[in-house]
């Protein structure tokens, strides 16, 4: 669990990668305004709707690596990851506005498929 975090408000990258962590949203309930980089590849992360909130709430986040988790295996990994428009990279690959556009258009197929 992650703990001790708001006492770090100009923090602005935070590696967390291979912790064993369920769950991130402690993150969004203090302030790192400031927080620009965040790692929490490798851990066991499940919940996709949880950390796509979060990442949202991290105003200043620039940077993402969330590979390795159970997440990763949910078809909209990416879809809804890379929907933050402030997020450039997304596990060490910079996520444009039209790769923004290519994955919703993709993620608009898929959901009509799966009916």
Do not use: W
Request: hydrophobic share 40%; net charge negative.
């Amino acid at each position: 669990m992650l703990e001790g975090l708001e006492s770090l408000p100009s923090l602005q990258t935070l590696e967390v990668n291979k912790n064993a962590l369920k769950d991130i949203s402690y993150l969004s309930t203090i302030h790192l305004e400031n927080l620009r980089m965040l790692n929490v590849s490798c851990n066991t992360i499940s919940d996709l709707d949880g950390i796509a909130y979060t990442i949202c709430s991290l105003k200043s986040l620039q940077s993402l690596d969330a590979y390795g988790n159970p997440i990763e295996s949910d078809f909209r990994y990416r879809f809804k990851l890379a929907e933050n428009s402030r997020l450039a990279e997304l596990d060490g690959v910079s996520v444009t506005e039209a790769m923004r556009k290519e994955l919703e258009v993709l993620e608009n197929s898929l959901s009509l498929s799966l009916c």
